[in-house]
Every structure is written in structure tokens, then in C-alpha cells.
């Protein structure tokens, strides 16, 4: 059953979340650099989040769009649907990364709906999508909530487009679902070398200086997910009862690219609004810890069959042939040398992929 659904906050977590603020205690600047998220950009975004920023007028926004929440494999999943004037317009599913929410793709929308019929889901423990309560909510057991969300929409064909994490989930939705799922677009495929000195040799420059900034950013800015894949309940505790110390952990991940509005609407919706501090780590935690399986060659999007398999650093390496051969040219993609951007910078390549 499809329940509509509104954002509507109550009065009292907005509050609850100014009070919180108001009560924060910054912390001096460390001596040196490139040792985490500066403590003036920290306080600027605070005393923004608690003077200046408009929670409702956000609100309205998301509301524009029509909202429903069905309940598939114990958890209500929450999505935007919006249908396209045209009606032999391709439905496509837009899956949301981390630490970023549905919000990611508000801009997209205007733009996307004239070809696609669009479904914008928030993954479990995002957003106002329901709280995982048990272990294995990785990235196939939401793809396989995905498929049931389009066969239950009434999709028998649909596109596949991801970001981040995101990415993960559609393409193991056009695994799961091949007979439906027409084509995957994602923003990152997360591609690693092995350590044989053989495949090495076979890097051209371009390669070599992908897998470089890779290794800085693994070396220099790879902690969060360190602590997330091990200890997710531990930084829990650390960040339930400091909406800053949420707005801190996430903007590690954000750039410069990106408002002041987006961050903290993406924040908003763990940091006192929603009261799910650590549940949003889940899916992150799945991809890193324990998923070694070898998967069969399936097809995604232009003919290209990929495969993935345990990979160096304890990750997985996607290994795609037919059009893509250079698999290894993909080494790099998944580093944002100025952080996390939302995926609405990239709507061109959805459009000329799946309408193919």
C-alpha cells in the first residue's frame, strides 16, 4: 500500500535542535593542516544553522513534490514520484549517497522529468525512510527493495542512476533485476588495482595519477570511513547529543562546491530533527565490511558486463568489459579532489545513456 506522505517536523525537535546550537562548544583550531574540518568553517555553519537557516522554507520545497511512504521487508520506504507529461516516458530510479539524502536530486527533477518518469527513494536510515532494527541492510538487501518498490509502481521497464553509495545500490539493482532494469548510469565506479606489478605496468599516466590521488585520499581523509565500517554505535554516542559534532563528521565529506542551505538540510535530517544518529552508517558500513562474494557477469547500461570481486585495502574492484574495456582508467573516479557533490552536476549522461 502506497501512504502519502508530507515533511513536516514538529515544533519541538526544531527547538530542541536551536537550544542544542545555541549550547555548542567550538574547539580551538589545531596547529598545521589537512587535520580535519576547520573550527572557523564549523562555527560559521553554526551560527548560520541557528540564526539564519530556514527548516520550513525547506520544507516547502520538498514538498512540492508528490511523497509516499510502503513498507517493504519491515521498513516504510519513503520516495518522491514524480511522473513525466509524457507518457511513454522511461521511469528511472535516483539513488542517494552518503552523507547526502533525496535533497541531492531536488534540482535534477525539473530537468529529468520531461523524458523520465522519476522515483527518488531515501535508502533506510536516511532521510524518512524507516530505521533499520536489524543487521544486513547492505546494498543488495536496498536493491532488492528497489525492485519490489518499481514492481509495485507498476514498472516493468526502468533506468538505474546512483551516487556515491548510490552508485553501489544501482548497480547491484541492475544485477538483481536484469529482465527490468533497461540501463545503470552511477557516478563512481569503484575500481582498484591489485597488486600485481604486471597490472601496474599496464597504467598509462592518466591511470597512475588517478590512483595516486586515490592513495592521498585513503592515506589523509579515509578515517570516517575506517571508523564507520568497525564502530559505527561508538561514533553514535559521540554524535547524539551534538547536532555540531554531526554537522562536523558529515562536512568532512562535502566541498566547496556546495551551499550552506544543502549541508545543513542534509544534516538537518539526523542532527535533532530525526533522531537517527549512527543508522545512516549501515549501508556504508555493509559495503565495506564482509562483501567478498564473487558475483556473475551481468549487463549494464551501453552492453558493458561487469564483474566485482575482493579487492585491495579489504574493498572491491568492479571490473567492466565489453565497452569499457580499460577498466583500471576508472581507478581514480571515486576521489572528489574538492569532496562529496551532489550528483545534480551530472545530468546529461543519465539522459543520453538510457535513452539509448
Given at each position: 500500500m502506497m501512504r502519502p506522505y508530507r515533511?513536516?517536523?514538529?515544533?519541538?525537535?526544531?527547538?530542541?535542535?536551536?537550544?542544542?546550537?545555541?549550547?555548542?562548544?567550538?574547539?580551538?583550531?589545531?596547529?598545521?593542516?589537512?587535520?580535519?574540518?576547520?573550527?572557523?568553517?564549523?562555527r560559521h555553519l553554526v551560527e548560520y544553522w541557528r540564526d539564519g537557516y530556514d527548516w520550513r522554507a525547506w520544507e516547502r520545497r520538498i514538498n512540492v513534490h508528490p511523497q509516499f511512504l510502503t513498507e517493504i521487508d519491515?521498513?516504510?520506504?519513503?520516495?518522491?514520484h514524480i511522473r513525466s507529461a509524457r507518457p511513454d516516458a522511461l521511469p528511472l530510479i535516483l539513488t542517494h549517497g552518503w552523507p547526502m539524502s533525496v535533497v541531492e536530486f531536488l534540482p535534477l527533477i525539473e530537468r529529468l522529468s520531461d523524458a523520465f518518469h522519476l522515483v527518488i527513494p531515501s535508502v533506510p536510515g536516511f532521510g524518512f525512510s524507516g530505521v533499520p532494527r536489524e543487521p544486513g541492510w547492505n546494498r543488495r538487501r536496498v536493491a532488492v527493495a528497489?525492485?519490489?518498490?518499481?514492481?509495485?509502481?507498476?514498472?516493468?521497464?526502468?533506468?538505474?542512476?546512483?551516487?556515491?553509495?548510490?552508485?553501489?545500490?544501482?548497480?547491484?539493482?541492475?544485477?538483481?533485476?536484469?529482465?527490468?532494469v533497461v540501463g545503470v548510469h552511477v557516478t563512481q565506479i569503484?575500481?582498484?588495482?591489485?597488486?600485481?606489478?604486471?597490472?601496474?605496468?599496464?597504467?598509462?599516466?592518466?591511470?597512475?595519477?588517478?590512483?595516486?590521488?586515490?592513495?592521498?585520499?585513503?592515506?589523509?581523509?579515509?578515517?570516517?570511513?575506517a571508523l564507520q565500517s568497525t564502530q559505527p554505535q561508538t561514533l553514535a554516542h559521540a554524535l547524539a547529543d551534538s547536532p555540531a559534532g554531526q554537522l562536523a563528521w558529515n562536512l568532512q565529506l562535502f566541498g566547496d562546491a556546495v551551499s550552506d542551505d544543502y549541508i545543513l538540510t542534509d544534516v538537518g535530517q539526523v542532527a535533532g530533527?530525526?533522531?537517527?544518529f549512527g543508522h545512516a552508517f549501515g549501508v556504508r558500513q555493509g559495503e565495506v565490511a564482509g562483501q567478498t562474494a564473487v558475483r556473475p557477469s551481468v549487463r549494464h547500461g551501453r552492453g558493458t558486463a561487469c564483474r566485482d570481486e575482493a579487492g585491495a585495502f579489504g574493498a572491491r574492484r568492479?571490473?567492466?568489459?565489453?565497452?569499457?574495456?580499460?577498466s583500471n582508467?576508472?581507478?581514480?573516479?571515486?576521489?572528489?579532489?574538492?569532496?562529496?557533490?551532489?550528483?545534480?552536476?551530472?545530468p546529461s549522461g543519465i539522459t543520453q545513456l538510457l535513452q539509448q
Open positions: 515533511v513536516k517536523i514538529a515544533q519541538e525537535a526544531l527547538d530542541d535542535l536551536a537550544a542544542r546550537l545555541a549550547a555548542t562548544r567550538f574547539t580551538r583550531p589545531l596547529p598545521g593542516h589537512g587535520l580535519g574540518v576547520p573550527a572557523d568553517r564549523v519491515g521498513l516504510d520506504v519513503h520516495f518522491l528497489w525492485a519490489e518498490l518499481m514492481r509495485r509502481l507498476g514498472y516493468e521497464r526502468y533506468g538505474a542512476h546512483g551516487n556515491d553509495v548510490g552508485s553501489m545500490i544501482s548497480i547491484e539493482l541492475g544485477r538483481l533485476d536484469p529482465h527490468h569503484f575500481s582498484l588495482p591489485s597488486a600485481d606489478p604486471a597490472e601496474h605496468a599496464l597504467l598509462g599516466p592518466s591511470d597512475r595519477a588517478k590512483l595516486a590521488a586515490l592513495e592521498r585520499f585513503v592515506a589523509g581523509r579515509s578515517a570516517y570511513l530533527i530525526r533522531s537517527r568492479a571490473y567492466c568489459l565489453g565497452v569499457n574495456r580499460r582508467a576508472k581507478a581514480g573516479e571515486s576521489v572528489r579532489r574538492s569532496g562529496e557533490q551532489p550528483a545534480e552536476q551530472k
